[in-house]
């Protein structure tokens, strides 16, 4: 069964807004990542965060990792249109990395 | 930088056909991975390797058998395909420090079984 689950499945927001996107999982993990796919293309790597790790920024990202509730969350700020993509947690367990569902992002001009 | 290339794109197959969609890394990474995407859903792993002469069974393995001989290649064979087998397959590698690391993706083969 996939290890991550993404909440909400889709969201849609205006440009300029930020957007949450949250992953539960549920065994233990090296880390977790997230990761960006446009329409028909393959995925993208946006940010890692290890277990050891609470919080991560890149950029427009802020990514954060609570190990005692197996939770994630992904805040893209202040979005843009280009950011309209699926968006997918992914855990490594010792090299057998597991990926959830996604979350669908329409950011509307 | 030709990065993970994945070969065919786009390929029909009738039930009971066999095929091997190929993969290819120049980034010297020593784990590579093959996933399927269906509608609706996120990737499952296949199979993974984490260096040639080395492999081992993801999530849905049954269907499919894979090798690696070299660093740089990993194909993924359909030995007698089935409708359940249409999806797009990708395929990822990356450097081993400790943990898996960050996955770069080939731009998937989309796999129809008539």
């Known amino acids: 069964s996939q290890q991550g689950e993404e909440d909400p499945q889709a969201l849609s927001i205006q440009e300029g807004e930020n957007a949450t996107m949250n992953c539960s999982y549920k065994t233990s993990i090296n880390n977790l990542q997230w990761y960006r796919q446009n329409s028909g293309r393959g995925l993208v790597h946006l940010i890692l965060?290890?277990?050891?790790?609470r919080e991560k920024h890149s950029g427009r990202l802020r990514v954060t990792l609570d190990t005692s509730k197996k939770s994630s969350s992904l805040l893209i700020t202040a979005s843009r249109a280009a950011d309209t993509a699926s968006y997918f947690c992914a855990t490594d367990n010792n090299n057998d990395m597991r990926f959830g569902a996604g979350t669908r992002l329409t950011v509307k001009p | 930088n030709a990065g993970v290339t994945q070969t065919p794109k786009f390929q029909v197959l009738k039930t009971g056909q066999s095929m091997t969609l190929q993969c290819a890394q120049d980034?010297?990474?020593?784990?590579m991975s093959w996933y399927r995407q269906d509608p609706g859903m996120g990737l499952r792993l296949i199979h993974y390797?984490?260096?040639?002469?080395?492999?081992d069974q993801g999530e849905v393995p049954n269907g499919y058998n894979v090798s690696r001989s070299t660093t740089e290649d990993f194909p993924l064979r359909l030995l007698s395909a089935a409708p359940s087998q249409t999806s797009v397959y990708f395929c990822?590698?990356?450097?081993?420090?400790?943990?898996?690391?960050?996955?770069?993706f080939g731009e998937g083969s989309r796999l129809t079984v008539l």
């Open positions: 965060i290890r277990s050891n790790e």
């Open positions: 390797s984490v260096g040639a002469g080395i492999t």
């Open positions: 980034m010297n990474h020593e784990y």
């Open positions: 990822a590698s990356s450097s081993l420090g400790g943990a898996a690391g960050e996955l770069f």
